[in-house]
């Protein structure tokens, strides 16, 4: 059988025959050869309509899409375009296509000459606006999302966007200096008190310094970094998860493993002009500081107490630059947080702990042993046979609590973002005898089964799997496949809905030698397969739902891969065969009844249920005052409100858990360990969704 990537080969190679036969001239003059950008986008063209798991029809339709998707990643917030710049580039809304297949950049060229000259134009607002003190008595407001906001009708207009713009970053900033005024005070009443005037003049310097720097990097974007967000454009409305990669970017994507950051230990994505978190890295600095989540978008960039840099705009390389650093220093990360709330969040930069990456146990002493294991990814050392695997990892603990006694067990799976395919299904081995794990497929093959051929049963007693809104992946794979042999509870909130599988083609390889001229060109990453559960169900946009749903802080947000742009549908194919485990006594119609009884009755799941309604409601705000008695107001009454949810939750009981005896020797007198032990411990004895699997596995052994 001929595998992807020599057929992507074959396809260019023939594309190329036609390319050179056609009317390109490889060189002219002996300088840089024409017609580069025409190869390009006809290659890219081709290697969609080819390679990918569900080719789009590049028809008028296919069109309006790429069209609406790039003019929003072009200028989200509307501080740059007039409606009447709209209005002439609309004339293309139905053209991509054609433009497309005749690889041309027409619509392209003239929304970038449109654009580049409002940027200019716009330079003079800020420095004009800003150099006036604000009245901060006027009662007026600020919408703040861009998918509200109009295209300003004149320049006229548009000025008074930014006024109000400037004057909200502004008030923020203030606030803030307020407040760190009177810490100051507070700790010594003698420290110099500056005016109100003083500090809104202040406020107002920082920011002019903040787009100060913003202009001068968006001098530096050159048309080709515009080109690469309009050929994305078109790659997106296949799937979220492809795109293209100009070599620089490849570059950086293969340095930071799909933007994973040196220093931090996040993955990020650029999405409506916002640089969102998209993954935290287990063991790393972002995941041990832990207040930077998935879904936070990350506004402002600060070298430990200098002055923060504005990222919003910016290209992601450009952010991730900002964002890297030596180990030991600080980044000071403002982030907007999925309820419409800013937050600075101080991060140390670090080395991935690697420790903290890896499968760790404990034992929780009820009425019976109840064993955990927490799972924060599916890793594998695939240099080193000898490395860790976390399938492997899993077996160990999982010999370790029954050693100690266990009569049942808990397997969290929350904020675990998936990894190692392999290891997912060897994991899913150890709790069932032998038979299917999981389907693969391809857009024209026939779906591969992937079993557990082992008929040993590491485990065979009660099990709860914990999931919430960040396991994604082979994490939605192992709990997928345990929900359907009823081998296990699912418990949490419904899982991320990542249910495909990416491959990245390098255009310089696939492309012949006749093309060296023109090269480099980048590469595609294309989606290529889809997971399908053993019930025929595909993981892919609906997740995996859990038997029993707990209230989750983020429930009711937008958030995982249905919220994405033009993500891949849900869909069925056969249901492999399988039989559901049939050792136990589970009756889950009886344990959710159960459940549910019990989070009525739970304080903490009352506060947590209060909590997402309150996000929700504070998310779907997204007006501002900018008067400041109002803003300090609405301020204070959310810090309030946050606060008392905080402080409810410590009075959450405590559960009886301790390390294995192993586990403890293990730590030795290392003070690095040892501090993170005992966050772990911790963090497990209040955890409310533990407590509620331990109510379940009690209950399955009665």
Request: aromatic share 8%.
């Amino acid at each position: 059988m001929i595998s992807l990537t020599t057929r992507f080969k074959i396809i260019l190679s023939v594309l190329a025959v036609i390319l050179v036969t056609g009317s390109f001239i490889l060189y002219k003059n002996g300088s840089t050869p024409e017609g580069k950008n025409e190869i390009l986008i006809k290659a890219l063209m081709q290697g969609l309509s080819s390679g990918h798991y569900q080719p789009e029809k590049v028809d008028d339709n296919f069109s309006k899409k790429v069209f609406k998707l790039y003019l929003e990643r072009l200028d989200y917030n509307k501080k740059f375009l007039l409606a009447s710049d709209v209005q002439q580039l609309q004339k293309y809304e139905t053209a991509i296509d054609d433009e497309l297949r005749q690889g041309s950049f027409q619509f392209f060229d003239l929304s970038a000459d449109m654009y580049e000259q409002r940027v200019k134009d716009s330079q003079a607002y800020y420095k004009e606006i800003l150099a006036k003190p604000f009245d901060f008595s006027k009662n007026e407001q600020i919408e703040l999302d861009g998918e509200k906001l109009a295209y300003a009708k004149s320049k006229e207009e548009l000025k008074e966007a930014w006024r109000k713009q400037l004057k909200y970053q502004t008030l923020v900033r203030l606030v803030d200096m307020q407040k760190e005024q009177e810490k100051k005070l507070e700790k010594d009443p003698k420290v110099e008190k500056k005016s109100f005037e003083g500090l809104e003049k202040e406020a107002r310097e920082k920011v002019m310094k903040t787009y100060d720097d913003l202009y001068q990097r968006l001098a530096k974007i050159n048309r080709e970094d515009h080109r690469a967000t309009y050929i994305n454009a078109v790659t997106n409305v296949y799937d979220p998860h492809t795109g293209y990669f100009p070599p620089k970017a490849k570059a950086d994507f293969d340095i930071n493993f799909t933007g994973r950051l040196e220093g931090i230990g996040a993955s990020l994505q650029e999405k409506d002009g916002q640089i969102k978190v998209m993954e935290i890295v287990p063991g790393s600095p972002s995941y041990l500081q832990g207040e930077l989540k998935p879904g936070d978008a990350i506004q402002k960039v600060a070298q430990g107490s200098e002055d923060p840099v504005l990222i919003e705009g910016m290209r992601i390389d450009d952010a991730i630059q900002l964002i890297r650093g030596k180990k030991g220093t600080e980044v000071r990360l403002t982030v907007k947080k999925p309820d419409g709330s800013t937050k600075v969040i101080p991060i140390i930069r670090d080395v991935i702990v690697f420790e903290e990456t890896y499968a760790q146990s404990a034992l929780i002493e009820d009425k019976a042993k109840i064993g955990y294991i927490k799972l924060p990814g599916f890793y594998a050392d695939f240099e080193n046979k000898n490395g860790r695997f976390s399938g492997a990892d899993v077996k160990k603990e999982i010999e370790k609590l029954k050693t100690a006694g266990m009569k049942g067990l808990i397997l969290d799976l929350r904020n675990n973002g998936g990894g190692s395919l392999a290891d997912a299904v060897e994991m899913a081995g150890l709790f069932i005898e032998q038979g299917p794990i999981v389907q693969v497929k391809t857009a024209s093959g026939k779906a591969v089964v992937l079993d557990d051929r082992d008929t040993q049963v590491q485990y065979g007693g009660p099990l709860v799997i914990l999931v919430n809104a960040n396991s994604a992946s082979a994490s939605e794979i192992l709990a997928a496949a345990m929900q359907d042999y009823k081998r296990a509870v699912i418990v949490g909130s419904p899982t991320f809905g990542k249910g495909t599988v990416q491959q990245f083609f390098e255009l310089d390889e696939a492309l012949p030698a006749q093309f060296n001229p023109y090269k480099p060109f980048g590469a595609l990453k294309l989606t290529t397969q889809k997971f399908y559960r053993i019930n025929g169900g595909t993981t892919q946009l609906r997740g995996v739902v859990p038997d029993v749903v707990l209230p989750d802080a983020y429930a009711y947000l937008e958030f995982g891969e249905k919220e994405q742009d033009f993500a891949l549908p849900f869909d069925e194919i056969a249901p492999a065969k399988y039989k559901p485990w049939n050792n136990g006594k589970l009756n889950l119609s009886q344990v959710k009844a159960n459940s549910q009884q019990r989070v009525a009755k739970n304080e903490s799941f009352g506060l947590i249920e209060e909590s997402a309604e309150r996000l929700k409601k504070q998310s779907d705000n997204t007006t501002r005052s900018l008067q400041l008695e109002k803003y300090l107001v609405e301020e204070k009454k959310a810090e309030a409100e946050a606060k008392r949810l905080e402080e409810a939750q410590k009075e959450v009981p405590v559960l009886n858990v301790k390390r294995l005896q192993q586990d403890l020797q293990a730590l030795g007198g290392d003070t690095a360990k040892l501090a993170r032990n005992k966050e772990f411990m911790k963090g497990l004895k209040q955890d409310v969704y533990v407590e509620e699997a331990v109510a379940i596995i009690q209950e399955d052994l009665k």
